[in-house]
Every structure is written in C-alpha cells, then in structure tokens.
C-alpha cells in the first residue's frame, strides 16, 4: 500500500513542477531592434520638420548602488552629505521599481525599459546571455565605448557591448569591503584617460550588509559615507573632463530597495522606492532638487536614450521624464515625446495587433495638431499650444502602456488546465484509495502523467497534439476520476471512518480541530490578505492545539481511560504514546492533582515558549513595520546582551541534548555549539574575549559543519548507542539542531533554544493522540517555527546570508542547498523530532503507511485548491506580489515534506510484521 501512495504522491509533485513553469512563463518580447534611420523616418513621415536625435551629453557615468533605498540618500540626517548637496543644485527623484525586486530583472529593466517576469527571479541564479534591444546595443551600434565594473550579473547579460570590463561575484554576501574595494580601484585609471562615452558601476557592498545584518546595521552609515565619496570623486573628475562641448552627466540610482529585514524581493515601500539622481557638470538653470512625485525606475531608458541621442529600445515600457528634458527647448521636447509614442505603439501593434486602433486615432490628431505647432514661426508658437501637444502626447502613451501592460504576460491556459487536472486526479486518487487501491487505476495515472509531462515539457504547450497521445492521456486521467467517483461511496465511507479512528481515537478535541485547522488554513489562501498574514494562522492553531491537548488529557483522567492501556501496535490502537514516568504507568500509583498539576505545567512551558517566540521577529506584511525583540538585539549597543543570550541558549540546548548523548557525541554537540559561537564572534556579530574578528568566520563554521558529521558518524561506531536508546533519528535530530544554530542568524539561536525545550517537554509528558494526527501536530509546530524565525510569503524574508556560512566563494549548489535549509529549518527540526519519538515505539507498518499518507494529504490539499485558485486569478492585481510568492513556498513546501516522508517509506519497507 505505501508503494501506490508513494507514486502518487510523487506524479503530484511532477505535475507541480510542471505547473510552476507554465505559470512562470517568460514574458515574449518584440525582437525588432530600433534603429536611427528608422526613428527619423516614422517621425518624419508624421510630423515634418521634427527636430531629429540630437546627443545632450558627453560622457556619462552611471553610479548603480544595489538596495539603495530611496531613505539613504534623502532622509534628513543621511551620510550621503556630498552627494545630497549636488542633488540640491541639479535633479532627483524617487523611483519605483517593479516587482520583483532582486538584481537581474531589475538591471534587465534599467537597460531595457520593460517589465521583468517572475521566472527572472530564478534565472537570477543563471543569467545568460541578453539577446533584445537595450541602451548598451544602442551604444555598440553607435561606435560608442562602454566600459563596466563590478556585478558580473551585467557581463552574462551584455558582455558584447562592452569595451572593457571586470566583474565581481554578486553571491558571496558575506564579502561588502573588497567587493567594493575592486570597483573603486578602477577609477582613478579609467577617469584619468576618460576615454569612455558610458561608465558603469555597479556596487554590491551595500546589499551585502543588508543581507548580513539589516538596513539599521552599524555598519550601513560608513558603506553610505563611502560610497558618497566615491560620488563626490566621480562628480569632481567629470568636471575635469568637460571642454567647451557638451556637458557630462553622474546618474545615481538603486537597482532595488532595501527592507527593514535587509533583504529584497517583495513589493514593499522600502523594496520598490529608490533614488534617481541626475548630476550634470553643467548646473540647471532652473531650481533644482528632489521631485517629490514618484516616476518608474523604467523611466530612465527613454529619457536617457533622448539625452545620449539614441534610439529607444523597442521593448521600452517607461516615460520620458520631463523634469530631465526642461533645459531644452520646447521643440526638442516634443521630438522627443513624439519618439518616445511612436516607439511604444509600435511595441503595442506587435504585442497585441489591432488593440492601437483607438490609440493611433488620438495620435494622429495630436500630430496634425504638432505639424501645425511647427509650420509656425518662432514667434508665432505659443507655450500654451506646446503644452496642450505635451498633455495629448502623455494620453496617447499611457493608454498604451497601460493596454500593454494589461496582457504583459501570456499564458497557456489549456497547459495549465491539464495541470490542475492532473494534481487533483492524484489527490482525489490518494483519498479514495487510501484502504483499498486499485492499482491498475493508480498505473494508468503514472503512466498517463509520465507520457503529458513529456508532451509539455517537449512542446512546451498542449499544441500541437502529438498525434492521439495526448487525447489519450487526458482521457486516462478522466477515467482514473470517474472509476474513483464509481468507488466512492464505499471507499468515502472507509476514509471517513479512518478518519475517524485515526484522529479521534483518545484525543476527539484535538483530532477534531487538527481536522478542521487544516482545512481552515486551506480555504485561508484564498484571500490574498490571509496568504500575506498566514503567520497568523499558524500561531493561532499551534497554540489552540496545545490547550485543547490539556483539555483532552483532563477529560481522560477523569474518565480512568489512560492511554497506556492499550498497546500501540494493536491493530485497534488509536494513541501515540510518550515516555511517561513509572507513576503515570501504575494507575493505582499517584494522585490526579499531582497529574494536573504538570500536565498544566508542561502546557504553560508550551505556550509561553511559542508567545516568546511569535513575538520574536515581526513577519507578514501589515505589522512588519513594528520593532521586535530581533531588532533591539541586533542594535550595536545591546551586542554584549545578545552574545550572553546566545551562550545561555546554546549551553540549553547541549544540557537538553546530552541527556539522550553518550559521552562522545555529547563532546562532539558542545564543540559543534562553540563553533557556532565563535564563528559569529569571528564575524563581529557577537562578543568573545580574545577571539579577533577573522575570515568572516569560515574557519570556526566548517569546524561545526564537521563536528555535525562527526555526530552523525558516531551512531555507527561500536559502544557509541544512545543512553536513552532512542535510536538512529534521535542523533540526527542532534546534529541537525547544531546545523540550525549554525545557519540561523544569532538573534534566532534563541528560538532553536525554545523548540529545543517544547520538544524536551512533548518528550516528557503524555500526548493522547494517534500517530497519524500526532504527525499533523508536529507539522503544525514545524509551519508556526517556520515564520517565528523571520519568513513570511515574500522572497525578501529569505535569509539569503545563510546560503554562505563557512563558504569562501560563491558556489551554486551548496549555497542554494544551505540556503534551502535555513529557511526550512523549523518544519525540518519537527518533522525530525517527530520521527525519533516514532521511532522508539515499536509502529507497525499499517502504522506507518497512515502516517505517510496523513503527511501526503495534509501537503497536497491546500497546494492543489490554490493552484486551482491562482489560475482563476492569473490576472489579479496581486499575482506577482501575493499568489506567486506563495505558490513558490508551497512547491518548495511540499519538495522538503516529499523528500522527509522517504525515510517513513524506507521504514515501511525495512519493517517486519
């Protein structure tokens, strides 16, 4: 029976994959590429007489700091002093860029003007080569010399384009000195020939810190007074270099913001507002200063296209800014509105032919309306009439954009339907053949999965249809649900009454409402205000759980119905048992009020761990704003109380451990623990007398890492069993809790010390629930530990300085494997702690199998009705910033539960009855 379980609960997790890469698809560009010839043939076959591209600026220098939030350099009391006080003389304005906020998409947008997809989030692990139209092949085509340093993200992409050029690792996130420190070394070589026409330089140290340790780190202000420096000294140079010609230009910007976390990628205020400063040799005539209306980030390419003289990229969504183009006359203003319209009709003819018409009958008048404008003399033209041609031409390219934007993304809808199709047949299927599988039905579902997930992923899409295949499949598919549907009734039958018994047996409170929370929670995701607060979801029902146990365990003491009456492998058995004491064993030994008494103990020491812990680092998305317990321990003034509270919970932790150790591994735990310890002080995070900070911590993190493997060696050493004789899973358990400690950051080693005491007290006391919903609890435990450490359902939670713990250089796989880890590293701590206690009871292999497929269902059911959910809402306001996100965390949800769920197959199959 696990066997047929197994295999559907795997074509689910094919199915999902498959369904994430239709539902991320990459968004189609227009492969025409603007040329000059063609610029000035389209503008003047419309509007004779416009004035043709004309090149503003001599040499540019494009300073682009990453998670330079707009607050750095406008705030009142900012280090950026030198910087700010040029802003005060020329032009700068607050920015928004597009979710999602992380590197590639954002720098694809600088450069290209268009609106990134989801699917570059991904790719931003793997950028390659960039084939469209953008400012650097504008550039190249022109004979101009570019020339970059720094993020080498930019030398996947555009490597062609430039002259010269050296990258740094964007990755390695603990690096924000020298990282730096290879950007500025070229400029005094590169501002002295001047022999560029576009500098580009890209800092990553900045984002670097933030990852580390947070915008209110201590160590932001002297980053920010740096990088103002090397501002100041690229402004001063530019100076030097100006002739008698034209102007240069200092362009300042942030890719993407910051948030107060120090991470990026979601869609809040902090993440998505940076600064775009414009810094000319030649001071503007007018008042100069921040613009305090927001522009898009993807404003810069038309309008710096405009000021170099060149085409703009065909691809271009964003806006001419006009507060850049004010200095010129009012005649290049309009030339310059007139290339910027027509280029984006054209991309919106292309995108979705016959959806200009109406936009193109507006325009045509609004050309007639400029023709006339320019027949004029001089004199004769009127500010005003310029103005009204200014305003029409500002309709006719938001009604484009916005039509454009509207149907950005293209999905194949019949692909995602016979995805959806194929996650609910196995679910269904799961259900239904949970006592009595047909397996013949269950092979026509692998078979027909396996042959559609090759179709598609040949294809990519449901057309053409490979001969009668894919009919075939899909029809399979169909007959799996209706032979199900036949079966029904009986087999409904026997799954309710497993229900019944398996959750209701000894505990009915907590069974019933494990039942119910779960299919609460499930019907929650289908608000995107629940999905962007589902943490509270979690607290609320790992809490109550622990409140209706109490009330369960005093009802069974009242009525004399002890769970130890029964043996846990009889086939009647309906409690998962605990070690209890020999006086709760011999019910004729001790008193009920002694009982009561600790088992309100033992429940107080719950929930009063889970408040602390819930109160610990602020996450969602309403309250994120509000300060925690987290960020007054991360403060520099409080880093003498953090490492005291960092030693007290670590020493917690190995007292709580060594009681299940022998000797060896109880060495093995503490050495791993101080390692823990002084890698963070290495790091400067926390303090440790006579411990200099050195090589970002490597040394003492790898030391850890092998002082893990060692534990998990001993078990097999002779003379090396467990005290307690809880067996294999219990030394994992021990090693993966000194991994969590290691990879969480050191605020949150607290809260590994308030799991580790919840497990230490579930361990001691009894929990009248079977095994399949005592697996349902744990779950439970392990989501609510996953969002008190700092995650929530946004990709800027993901602490992505975890991934390079006791990593010298970037290197994909282990940092995208720790990084996996840390972030899961509650649902994995519980799960596991679940096993061991499994372990020591002896469970039979029905046991077993009706835990595996508790797990199963429990994982499948919500992500099944919201995938079915996200496809009715695929163009929802919210789909980038809520469902998506959302749907990632699920599918690597359901990746880390498939995965542990193995070892209970393996359990199931080394068992013998």
């Not at 976390?261 to 100069?288: D, I, K, M, N």
């Not at 522009?295 to 507060?323: A, C, K, R, W, Y």
């Not at 490492?643 to 093995?668: D, E, F, G, K, Y």
């Not at 702690?833 to 046991?847: V, Y």
Request: glycine share 6%; aromatic share 10%.
């Amino acid at each position: 029976m696990a066997a047929w379980s197994f295999w559907i609960f795997t074509t689910a997790v094919i199915w999902f994959a498959i369904f994430l890469t239709y539902f991320m698809p990459v968004k189609k560009e227009f492969i025409g590429i603007s040329t000059p010839e063609t610029v000035l043939e389209q503008s003047g076959s419309l509007v004779p007489g416009v004035s043709p591209l004309k090149r503003h600026y001599n040499k540019t220098v494009l300073v682009l700091i990453d998670a330079l939030r707009a607050d750095f350099l406008f705030s009142p009391d900012t280090p950026m002093s030198m910087t700010k006080k040029l802003v005060s003389q020329n032009l700068a304005l607050v920015a928004k860029a597009h979710t999602p906020t992380v590197t590639l998409p954002r720098i694809k947008a600088l450069m290209t003007g268009s609106v990134p997809g989801f699917v570059d989030v991904i790719l931003n692990f793997g950028s390659t080569k960039y084939e469209g139209d953008n400012i650097l092949a504008q550039m190249s085509r022109a004979g101009r010399r570019v020339v970059f340093f720094g993020d080498d993200t930019w030398i996947k992409l555009f490597s062609d384009h430039f002259t010269r050029y050296e990258g740094t690792t964007s990755f390695f996130v603990t690096d924000y000195t020298e990282v730096d420190n290879n950007v500025t070394r070229h400029l005094p070589l590169e501002l002295s020939a001047g022999d560029f026409d576009l500098l580009i330089l890209h800092y990553l140290g900045l984002d670097h810190i933030g990852h580390l340790a947070g915008p209110n780190s201590p160590l932001v202000p002297p980053k920010l007074r740096e990088m103002d420096e090397v501002i100041d000294t690229v402004y001063r140079s530019l100076t030097k270099l100006q002739g008698e010609g034209l102007p240069n230009l200092l362009i300042v910007c942030g890719d993407h913001g910051m948030s107060d976390q120090g991470s990026h990628g979601g869609a809040s205020y902090s993440e998505t507002r940076v600064p775009l400063a414009f810094l000319s040799t030649q001071h503007r005539s007018s008042t100069g200063g921040v613009v305090e209306s927001e522009v898009d980030q993807i404003d810069l390419v038309p309008t710096l296209s405009e000021l170099l003289g060149l085409p703009i990229p065909s691809n271009n969504l964003g806006h001419l800014l006009m507060d850049m183009v004010q200095e010129q006359g009012a005649e290049e203003q309009l030339a310059s509105l007139l290339r910027n319209t027509i280029q984006l009709l054209n991309l919106l003819r292309e995108d979705q032919p016959g959806a200009d018409s109406e936009a193109r009958g507006f325009f045509h008048s609004t050309c007639q309306l400029h023709s006339k404008w320019l027949s004029l003399t001089p004199q004769e033209r009127s500010s005003a009439m310029a103005h009204q041609i200014q305003i029409k031409y500002n309709e006719v390219i938001t009604m484009a954009t916005s039509t454009i934007t509207k149907k950005l993304t293209t999905y194949d809808l019949p692909a995602l339907i016979t995805c959806v199709i194929g996650l609910w047949t196995a679910v269904i299927l799961l259900l239904l053949s949970q006592q009595s599988p047909v397996r013949w039905v269950v092979m026509v579902h692998v078979i027909s999965t396996l042959y559609l997930v090759g179709h598609l992923t040949q294809f990519q899409s449901v057309w053409p249809f490979s001969g009668s295949g894919y009919l075939i499949s899909v029809a399979s598919l169909m007959l799996v649900l209706s032979t199900t549907a036949l079966q029904a009734k009986k087999t409904m039958k026997d799954v309710l009454e497993w229900m019944r018994s398996s959750f209701y047996g000894g505990g009915s409170l907590c069974g019933g409402f494990l039942i119910a929370g779960t299919l609460l929670h499930t019907v929650s995701l289908l608000s995107s205000s629940y999905v962007e607060e589902e943490h509270q979801t979690w607290y609320f029902l790992s809490t109550s759980i622990h409140i209706l146990h109490l009330m369960s365990v005093i009802l069974t003491m009242n009525t004399n119905q002890h769970p130890c009456n029964a043996s846990f492998n009889s086939s009647t058995s309906n409690h998962f048992l605990r070690s209890y004491p020999k006086s709760d064993v011999e019910s004729d030994q001790g008193s009920h009020s002694d009982k009561f008494r600790q088992e309100v103990l033992n429940t107080a020491v719950l929930l009063l761990a889970a408040r602390l812990m819930r109160s610990w680092n602020q996450t969602g998305n309403k309250w994120l704003h509000l300060p925690d317990i987290g960020d007054w321990l991360i403060l520099a003034d409080n880093r003498t109380l953090l490492s005291v509270l960092v030693a007290v919970s670590l020493l917690l932790i190995l007292v709580l451990l060594s009681r299940r150790l022998t000797w060896v591994q109880t060495i093995l735990a503490a050495a791993g623990l101080f390692c823990v310890f002084w890698s963070r002080a290495s790091t400067g995070a926390l303090f440790l007398p006579f411990v200099p900070q050195m090589d970002r911590g490597i040394l003492p993190a790898r030391l850890s890492f092998l002082c893990v493997f060692l534990v998990l060696v001993s078990q097999f050493l002779p003379g090396q069993t467990s005290r307690s004789s809880v067996g294999h899973m219990d030394i994992c358990l021990t090693a993966w809790t000194v991994l969590h400690v290691l990879l969480m950051r050191p605020h949150n080693t607290v809260l590994v010390a308030f799991m580790t005491v919840q497990q230490s007290v579930l361990c001691g006391c009894k929990l009248v629930l079977p095994p399949s919903a005592a697996a349902v609890f744990y779950v439970w435990m392990g989501r609510a530990a996953f969002f008190s450490q700092g995650n929530s359902n946004s990709i800027a939670t993901v602490d992505v300085g975890a991934g390079y713990v006791g990593q010298e250089d970037y290197n994909a796989f282990p940092v995208a494997f720790l990084l996996g880890l840390a972030t899961y590293a509650g649902p994995i701590y519980w799960f596991m702690a679940f096993l061991a206690k499994l372990n020591t009871l002896n469970p039979s292999r029905r046991d077993l199998h009706q835990v595996y497929f508790t797990v199963a269902v429990t994982c499948l059911l919500p992500m099944v009705v919201y995938a079915a959910f996200v496809v009715t809402e695929r163009y929802h306001l919210f789909v980038w910033t809520v469902f998506l996100p959302k749907l990632l965390y699920l599918g690597m949800d359901l990746v880390i539960y498939y995965l542990l769920s193995v070892i209970l197959v393996l359990k199931y199959y080394l068992r013998c009855e």
